[in-house]
T-cell receptor, first 114, second 114 residues
């Protein structure tokens, strides 16, 4: 069965600091990987996704993530965070072959201090 | 285009009461899902549907029922509410299952069972 681990539960950064949120998945086959974001009071929305090809994926609002197959990782990065990036971030995986069962990680709450 | 609409946004139930969480989408999506989000636990799939008249259990279906009589609507029924069902419930939809298919989420229903 597929699973997703997010190791950072709560991250506090000052504006302009760099961000890296860890995500590891466990599944031996081909996967799609996603990062969703939930801003305060809003619903989850897709930040970026990896399907195939270039392992470095760029998303909205300056976010990017790198798929490293050998490490089963899909870490989210942003070189300089803003106060408006304060949100909860969820990594998710969808494995080939099953119905579309998207498994989510436990989430990382990011707080950016002005 | 409203996307995925959930009602109500908040609800308090007494133990043993029943209620239906409503979910509607206007994107003609075939696939619809119900997730629950508990603090520090990520999102867990309760039920999903691949089309009108077809539903199936997810990871945590006990205590819930669903129906899908139309493409647009996917209500979630709680029978005999229990404190363990206190959670935030999200409905989501996607056009199809398969690779890299983005989920569209509703704004959530915060349910407390006291």
């Amino acid at each position: 069965a597929q699973s997703v681990s997010q190791h950072n539960h709560h991250v506090i950064l000052s504006e302009a600091a760099s961000l890296e949120l860890g995500c590891n998945y466990s599944y031996g086959g081909t996967v799609n990987l996603f990062w969703y974001v939930q801003y305060p009071g809003q619903h989850l929305q897709l930040l970026l996704k990896y399907f195939s090809g270039d392992p470095l994926v760029k998303g909205i609002k300056g976010f990017e993530a790198e798929f490293i197959k050998s490490k089963f990782s899909f870490n989210l990065r942003k070189p300089s965070v803003q106060w408006s990036d304060t949100a909860e971030y969820f990594c998710a995986v969808n494995a080939l072959g099953g119905y579309q069962k998207v498994t989510f990680g436990t989430g990382t709450k990011l707080q950016v201090i002005p | 285009n409203a996307g995925v609409t959930q009602t109500p946004k908040f609800r308090i139930l007494k133990i043993g009461q029943s209620m239906t969480l409503q979910c509607a989408q206007d994107m003609n999506h075939n696939y619809m899902y119900w997730y629950r989000q508990d603090p520090g636990m990520g999102l867990k799939l309760i039920y999903y549907s691949v089309g009108a008249g077809i539903t199936d259990k997810g990871e945590v279906p006990n205590g819930y029922n669903v129906s899908r009589s139309t493409t647009e609507d996917f209500p979630l029924r709680l029978e005999l509410a229990a404190p363990s069902q206190t959670s935030v419930y999200f409905c989501a939809s996607s056009y199809r299952a398969g690779f890299a298919e983005k989920l569209f989420f509703g704004s959530g229903t915060q349910l407390s069972v006291l």
